[in-house]
């Protein structure tokens, strides 16, 4: 009998270290599950952030583009009236040039019919040196 109760609390004894053992790999499994599940929190946080941060960006991307777009528009719209401009200065340069053509055309048409009495002439030229001698 004492053989038999020393075989049961050897047997008691190694199933008590088998149960510390399970319940050290338990406590560890429970610890690390503690862990990885703050691991996880942690991660689904900065994801949530990320997430925020990158819908503050498309949106000031939105935005940006949108200025672009209007920007460039202002642009073509400036070029257009710049080049408007040029063609009617360019016109106005033209006409001007013309106007002063048809100046010269009348000034000098009105120079050759002129009366022109070379003796009148002649006269006036004897009277203007005749003045200045005095």
């Known amino acids: 009998m004492k053989k038999a109760l020393r075989t049961t609390l050897q047997q008691l004894e190694e199933k008590g270290q088998a149960v510390a053992s399970y319940e050290q790999s338990a406590q560890e499994v ?55 401009a040029e063609e009617q200065a360019a016109r106005a340069r033209a006409r001007a040039r013309k106007i002063h053509q048809q100046q010269v055309i009348a000034c000098s048409c009105s120079t050759v019919r002129a009366p022109t009495n070379s003796r009148v002439g002649y006269h006036a030229s004897e009277t203007r040196r005749s003045q200045s001698r005095f």
Not at 58 to 68: A, I, P, V, Y
């Open 30 to 84: 429970a610890r690390r599950l503690r862990e990885l599940n703050e691991s996880r929190l942690a991660a689904e946080q900065k994801a949530q952030e990320a997430n925020q941060q990158l819908h503050l960006y498309q949106f000031e991307l939105s935005n940006t583009q949108r200025e672009l777009e209007e920007t460039k528009e202002t642009l073509d719209l400036l070029a257009k009236q710049k080049e408007e």
